[in-house]
């Protein structure tokens, strides 16, 4: 499985961005996508995942601002994400599992996009 994310770049503080995510090479629907992100230096940090039944979670820095959503092709997956802030500004990695969702620890992924680069200035 083959993960390109796509859609980052760089935004004033309390604009907007939309990701998107796409997987190629796996004939069946991941049951798992997500975002994480990372900043030098730090581990990485889970953002928000959804199952293959809607069903979402989120961390507790972007709630209200991100939302996560499946595209009506299969595996495919976004992130708009509005009110940006210095703060969210990392490397985002789209991720995805066979069997399971939610969790928050990034080792537990073992599929991983090439990620892209989210910036937003003050």
């Known amino acids: 499985v083959q993960l390109v994310e796509s859609g980052g770049g760089s935004v004033q503080a309390g604009g907007s961005l939309r990701l998107s995510c796409a997987a190629s090479g796996y004939p069946y629907s991941l049951y798992c996508m997500g975002w994480f992100r990372q900043t030098p230096g730090q581990e990485r940090e889970g953002v928000a995942t959804?199952?293959?039944?809607?069903?979402?979670h989120y961390a507790d820095s972007v709630k209200g601002r991100f939302t996560i959503s499946q595209g009506s092709a299969a595996n495919t997956l976004y992130l708009q994400m509005n009110s940006l802030k210095p703060e969210d500004t990392a490397m985002y990695y789209c991720v995805a599992d066979r069997v399971r969702c939610g969790s928050w620890l990034w080792y537990e992924y073992n599929i991983w996009g090439q990620g892209t680069q989210v910036t937003v200035s003050s």
């Open positions: 959804m199952d293959r039944h809607g069903q979402s």
